[in-house]
């Protein structure tokens, strides 16, 4: 399955700075420049999904390299055999675009499309980036529950709905794994550890924790909200 390629998007050249990083990143050992996708990653998935998950920015050797969002790192190594478990998709493998994996009722995006330093997206980049995550939600019509992943990717997700007016006061809304918000007339916002490496091996998230989360996340999409 290929992404689903925004070709906006995809020569956007807003952020100088990541514009800049990605232009001289070093390649990992064995690879060419030319092996890298090297620019905004689009969001790919079920375009009639009911579940977006929101991630932070595209890691510069994963989905930076490959072109599909969690594709080729150790979050993605984490994440896509577990939404495979909970029924969001076909397979576990997420390698490269064409590796066959299709998502159900699941939509994949960034919170900042393009790879940023140290995976830290200056505030000023989650904002010029936060129009076309509010084009990825508005282009999904059975939208109900947005999962956002790590602090910063729900926050920004929080920033979006206060410039649209949906929420007033970011406090009101602190993260938490596992915290749920829904808003009136939708979506359902959920919060969740990110499952960087550095979580996972720390302990921070788990298995059963992530599992256990988008069980639950499957009943809010499916309306069985209690
Ligand atoms: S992070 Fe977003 S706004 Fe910035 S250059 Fe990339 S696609 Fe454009």
């Known amino acids: 399955m290929s992404a689903d390629n ?18 001289t990143l070093a390649p990992r050992r064995g690879l ?17 999904g009911r579940v977006c998950l929101v991630g932070l920015a595209p890691g510069a050797h994963g989905a930076n390299r490959t072109g599909r969002p969690f594709t080729g ?33 699941l939509f994949i995006t960034n919170a900042v499309k393009c790879a940023p330093p140290e995976n830290r997206p200056t505030p000023a980049e ?47 809304y602190p993260f938490g794994h596992g915290r ?14 990110h499952t960087s490496r550095y979580n996972v091996q720390t302990g921070r998230l788990t298995e059963a924790m992530f599992l256990t989360l988008l069980d639950r996340v499957r009943l809010l999409a499916a309306g069985e909200n209690d």
């Open 6 to 23: 925004n070709e906006s998007d995809l020569g956007c050249r807003s952020c100088r700075r990541l514009h800049g990083y990605l232009s």
């Open 32 to 48: 060419q420049a030319a092996d890298y996708w090297g620019r905004a990653v689009p969001g790919f998935g079920d375009r009639q």
């Open 73 to 105: 790192d150790g979050a993605g190594d984490f994440m896509y055999p577990l939404l495979h478990r909970a029924g969001f998709a076909n397979q576990g493998e997420a390698v490269e675009i064409g590796d066959g994996l299709v998502l159900h009722d």
């Open 126 to 172: 989650f904002a010029a980036c936060r129009p076309k995550l509010a084009a990825d939600l508005a282009a999904l019509p059975r939208l109900r529950v947005v999962l956002a992943l790590g602090r910063e990717a729900f926050n920004s997700v929080l920033q979006l709905l206060r410039e649209q007016g949906r929420i007033e006061r970011l406090r009101d």
């Open 180 to 193: 749920e918000y829904p808003l009136p007339g939708g979506p359902i916002v959920v919060a969740s550890y």
